[in-house]
């Protein structure tokens, strides 16, 4: 088989975490409600309804952009998309084509020569999203809540050179999305889809092949599964002198190969033009100076500033594998110097945790708000090591607020210093024989006395946290 190069271009959509849809004020969150319960005359497209821009669906638009390095268009307008479905209300979408959002981003990968890879991002450009069709008992329902969702497309140069450096590219910047909030790009909810474009040329060749699309995987490896088959198929084409075709292909995963949907014949004109019913939109310079200042750092120096705050490579390693950063990150935010504190609890006990549920991170019902204020219970003595596990798990499966469910759950330690002192100090009174060895240096007494400190509160009914009863008797055994 000839050495073919292999280009690789990517277009990822994702739904933005806005709380209304793209032009209405319908609620935008498609999972939490019944079927249909989201729609206005706008997201249905009945005639006569006037949409208007979700100003947050910008600003996440706009977080995006910069955070992908790219140029920030200031003067932009929305387009009429033009094609027929079942699935498009309006007949037509309202998106971004002649002057996007943002264009000319990049983000670094690391690249198949080992060195690390500039991927080149085209353009940022905001959109709505159609309906979701339900295919069920032979019938074709619609469900309308996805109706005019916020989305947004992000479409790189053909500048990947394999399936593996594609899954890099895909997986950074969903790492990067999440970790500045602009979607929560959880791929098995439809919230990020990916799609590619592949062509191969032999060496040397100073035009790109035939390309062929492969549309809507379900994950990061169907992707790299389904760009691997193609480049393989292509040369088998090209080596036994046949022609590729342009044409969007599936991925049958079952079966590990692609298939034919639809070829260029098929292809849309989608009539673009600029949609009459939104003004042109005008982002003040300083609003856009406004957000880049009110950017967190960005992603790849946060990774490298936890190395600074003591994190090991080992634990950096598994908050990057766990998709942990952008929650760790999000969970520090109010009190970056407990970040050490929270990568422990996160490594220790959430890792765990998922273990035990296999439930991922980004799926569960715990969030970073919530895990900080269940640390600093642990933290500041209110509940005991255990208390903060059986709490966490908790709040991982079900949800809720760390304070009153620690309450609730009967973790709460009740404050008992005066108790824990009288305890220490009858303790060490009851033991003099040990203090003495414990000051002649055979510091191994210490546990015993606080062994002694623990059953006798345990016989006085009181539940405190170890760790403060050690405080209170290291600070005695050292007066
Ligand atoms: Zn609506």
Known sequence: MTAYQTTVGVEVHVELTTRSKMFCPCRNAPQDLGENQAACPVCLGLPGALPSVNREALRLGLVAALALNCRVNPRLWFERKNYIYPDLVKGYQISQYAMPLGEDGWLTIPGDSGEEKRV??????????????????????????????????????????????????VRKLRAVLVYHGVSRCRIQLGEMRVEANVSIAPPGATELGIRTEIKNQAGFNHMRGAIEYEVRRHAEVLDSGGRIRQETRGWD????????????????????FPEPDLPPVVLPANWVEEERSRLPEPYDQYLASLARHGVSPADRD????????????????????????????????????????????????????????????????????????????????????????AARLGLLLEDDSAAVLTAVETAIAASPGMLAEFRAGKVAVRNALLGKTMKALKAGGKTVDPRQVGEVLDRALQS
């Open 120 to 169: 080149d991002i085209l353009r940022v450009h905001l959109e709505e999203d159609t309906a979701k069709l339900i295919h069920a008992n032979g019938e074709t329902l619609v469900d309308v809540n996805r109706s005019g969702a916020p989305l947004m497309e992000i479409v790189t140069r053909p500048v990947l050179s394999s399936g593996r450096e594609a899954e890099e590219y």
């Open 253 to 272: 995963d079952a079966n590990q190969k692609t298939f034919v949907q639809r070829s260029k014949e098929d292809a849309h004109d989608y009539r673009y």
């Open 318 to 405: 598994a908050l990057s594998r766990n998709d942990a950063l952008s929650f760790l990150a999000a969970a520090a935010r109010p009190e970056p110097e407990s970040t050490p504190r929270l990568v422990k609890r996160l490594v220790t006990d959430v890792f765990g945790i998922i273990n035990a549920t296999g439930v991922r991170l980004e799926a569960a019902k715990l969030d970073p708000e919530n895990f900080r204020q269940a640390v600093s219970l642990q933290t500041a003595g209110r509940i005991s090591a255990a208390g903060l596990r059986t709490l966490l798990e908790k709040l991982y499966r079900e949800g809720g607020e760390a304070g009153p469910d």
